[in-house]
């Protein structure tokens, strides 16, 4: 059971996040976020986050199941962990460390991919932030701002603009910030299935 902490901790992080999105939806707080340009790209940073997200809950299973493994010192045939512990029967100590190097460095490629994910985020954001600046600028005429007629669809433009420039900055910052720390889970459940197959393989080499 105790293997599995890190797929109940992901779980248990995750569900008190949607459960604050969905709050937050009740409230009616998101209802302008959706609206004409703001909501096609909030809607394009909410995908790459899903797809984010997915990868790294598929990467977390992973881990749990062949950290569970390993530590009942039964690891899956296929896997990284049975691919090293073939690697270093019967090396030296040298020929060990080096095999131990490259498993971290295969097991930390594994996870990196949902942080690039996560950094995508903070970008889309700030393209959104861009486009709604451009937005808001191009609507304003200094020489209409005399006419009471022309100065409301000055400001139409310019409140548009802004909602995009800020609701795609913050849905960005908060999204990285939520795929950031599954980002983090994962990399602590890593780093635990790689000691524990080193420990495994030295435990097996001392017999």
């Not at 248990?12 to 939806?25: H, K, L, P, Q, S």
């Not at 896997?79 to 019967?90: D, K, M």
């Not at 131990?100 to 950094?119: E, S």
Request: hydrophobic letters at 55%; one cysteine or more.
């Amino acid at each position: 059971m105790q293997s599995w902490l890190l797929l109940l901790r992901f779980i248990i992080v995750n569900v008190v996040a949607i459960g604050m999105v969905v709050a937050v939806w009740l409230q009616g707080w998101l209802d302008d976020a959706f609206d004409g340009y703001t909501g096609w790209l909030i809607g394009l940073i909410a995908l790459v986050f899903t797809y984010g997200f997915a990868l790294c809950l598929y990467k977390v299973i992973v881990v749990s199941r062949d950290l569970t493994a390993v530590r009942a010192g039964t690891p899956g045939v296929n896997s990284r962990p049975a691919g090293y512990l073939s690697a270093v029967r019967g090396q030296q100590a040298g020929e060990r460390t080096m095999r131990a190097n490259l498993l971290r460095l295969k097991l930390t490629n594994d996870a990196v991919g949902v942080r690039h994910v996560a950094n995508t985020l903070v970008f889309l954001g700030l393209v959104g932030t861009v486009i709604g600046f451009i937005l808001a600028l191009s609507g304003v005429d200094p020489e209409a701002a005399s006419s009471t007629e022309k100065v409301a669809p000055m400001i139409s433009t310019l409140i548009t603009g802004m909602s995009i420039a800020l609701y795609t900055t913050l849905v960005g910052a908060i999204l990285h910030v939520w795929l950031n720390i599954n980002y983090r889970m994962l990399s602590a459940g890593t780093l635990a299935l790689f000691d524990a197959t080193v420990d495994l393989g030295e435990r097996r080499v001392g017999r």
